[in-house]
Nanobody, 123 residues
Framework: QVQLVESGGGLVQAGGSLRLSCAAS????????MGWFRQAPGKEREFVAM????????NYADSVKGRFTISRDNAKNTVALQMNSLKPEDTAVYYC????????????????WGQGTQVTVSS
């Protein structure tokens, strides 16, 4: 069992930066692949980034590649998403997810979800 709590969302101007954090509880966190997804109003939840439990070769959506960086600290049971050069189209609720079984970019592949944190980028 893994419980996830996101933080760090907020309002930022285009071109700015935000750092999201996801705190996980549960004994299996260190061996759990972690992902970030987002959902804008009226749109489906979409993949943003994923990092395996061993911390190798993170994966990113094309729309955020080069701007966002996912990282994790297994000792602190946290996973972070550093978001730079933010654009208005990045506005969404961002979710942390864990326990992937299947395709890492598909939301239904994840077993555990946080409650989400709002990110709003103004133009």
């Amino acid at each position: 069992q893994v419980q996830l709590v996101e933080s760090g969302g907020g309002l930022v101007q285009a071109g700015g930066s935000l750092r999201l954090s996801c705190a996980a509880s549960g004994r299996t966190f260190s061996r759990t692949d972690m992902g970030w997804f987002r959902q804008a109003p009226g749109k489906e939840r979409e993949f943003v980034a994923m990092m395996s439990w061993i911390g190798s070769s993170p994966n990113y959506a094309d729309s955020v590649k080069g701007r966002f960086t996912i990282s994790r600290d297994n000792a602190k049971n946290t996973v972070a998403l550093q978001m730079n050069s933010l654009k208005p189209e990045d506005t969404a609720v961002y979710y942390c997810a864990a326990g992937v079984s299947g395709s890492y970019y598909v939301p239904s592949s994840y077993r555990y979800w946080g409650q989400g944190t709002q990110v709003t980028v103004s133009s």
